[in-house]
């Protein structure tokens, strides 16, 4: 089945550690983007990816950092200098044109 | 800012009533696009409406589009308690790919 995988699904981490999340797809969409979602708020946009090998920022960058060596995925690292990292953390994938994203089941992370 | 933002945050109804949600928005846009998000999960694409249509209709969804107010509704007809859930409009700016930005969304909650 084609799709968005997320994981893990829950992640716990210690103050100062970095930590990976994890979106593979299949769709074989160019596009991926990574978004934080804070309990009742809408999502923000950390960064994003229209291509392999390049990456831009979105509007909450600072502390996170990406990459996107192949098609298929494109991990989000959750750097100690993010300081309040807990947080929902949904990947999302899509095609040029008029369509619309497809979202992973997401990871949530929390410091403990 | 090139965010929707919905109205009302909250919304209550029973079974079977129709459910209207509100979206505004302030920059010229391609198109428009309404996605659910059920509690603790990834977002659904639901709709996309383009600058150009003024309504959509999809199963029991009737989406709406004024660009010349700037806004845009969803309106869910016979609502069930499985449409409970929180509705985010996102609009795109063109036509390749988006760079959605969600605002906080409305929270619909069906009761049996």
């Known amino acids: 089945d084609g799709g968005i995988t997320q994981s893990p699904k829950y992640l716990f981490r210690k103050e100062g550690q970095n930590v990976t999340l994890s979106c593979e797809q299949n769709?074989?969409?160019?596009?991926m983007y990574w978004y934080r979602q804070d309990p009742g708020q809408g999502l923000r946009l950390i960064y994003y990816?229209?291509?392999?090998?390049?990456?831009q920022k979105g509007d909450i960058a600072e502390g996170y950092s990406v990459s996107r060596e192949k098609k298929e995925s494109f991990p989000l690292t959750v750097t100690s200098a993010q300081k309040n990292p807990t947080a929902f953390y949904l990947c999302?994938?899509?095609?040029?044109?008029?369509?619309?994203?497809?979202f992973g089941s997401g990871t949530r992370l929390t410091v403990v | 800012s090139q965010q929707g933002e919905e109205d009302p945050q909250a919304l209550s109804i029973q079974e079977g009533e129709n459910a209207t949600m509100n979206c505004s928005y302030k920059?010229?846009?391609?198109?428009l696009q309404w996605y659910r998000q059920n509690s603790g999960r990834g977002l659904v694409h639901l709709i996309l409406?383009?600058?150009?249509?003024r309504e959509k209709h999809s199963g029991r969804l009737r989406v709406t589009l004024d660009t010349s107010k700037k806004s845009s509704s969803l309106l869910i007809t016979a609502s069930r308690a499985a449409d409970t859930a929180s509705y985010f409009c996102?609009?795109?700016?063109?036509?390749?790919?988006?760079?959605?930005?969600f605002g906080a969304g409305t929270r619909l909650a069906v009761h049996p």
């Open positions: 999302a994938t899509a095609l040029a044109g008029l369509y619309g994203y497809t």
């Open positions: 769709l074989n969409h160019d596009a």
């Open positions: 990816s229209q291509i392999v090998n390049d990456f």
């Open positions: 920059t010229s846009i391609n198109n």
């Open positions: 409406i383009r600058s150009n249509e």
């Open positions: 996102a609009p795109g700016l063109r036509g390749g790919y988006n760079k959605l930005i």
